[in-house]
């Protein structure tokens, strides 16, 4: 079975992304189109980083506290993590190897 992306929550969150490896995070929701265009792509980096790279999705309708944090106001928002920082951002959808671009830059 491929690997799938972690479920984020507001609980496992700061742990998450303390990680020492990049962490890619897609804020989406069950109503948003776009977020269902990127969805199977988020899935398959995470296959794809196994072992170099954590990939999670945080429901902005399940997780308000990191979602106003990060001052999300549309979705899907990928975010990329590095020691806990922001290192890169995303917003709206785009092609599967713009996304590997971005997380395979910060696997240094």
């Known amino acids: 079975m491929a690997h799938k992306a972690v479920e984020i929550t507001d609980a496992n969150f700061q742990d998450i992304i303390k990680s020492d490896k990049p962490v890619l995070v897609d804020f989406w929701a069950e109503w948003c189109g ?10 398959e980096l ?3 980083f196994e072992g ?13 506290a990191i979602s106003a944090k990060y001052g999300i106001r ?4 990928l975010l990329i ?18 996304l590997f671009k971005k ?3 910060h696997l240094v």
Do not use: R, W, Y
Request: glycine share 10%.
């Open 34 to 43: 776009p977020c269902k265009m990127i969805g199977p792509v988020v899935e």
């Open 74 to 77: 549309s979705i899907p928002t």
């Open 103 to 105: 997380l395979e830059a």
């Open 81 to 98: 993590f590095k020691n806990g920082e922001i290192v890169d951002k995303q917003v709206g959808a785009v092609p599967k190897a713009v």
């Open 52 to 64: 170099k790279a954590v990939v999670g999705k945080v429901n902005v309708d399940e997780n308000a």
């Open 46 to 48: 995470a296959g794809e």
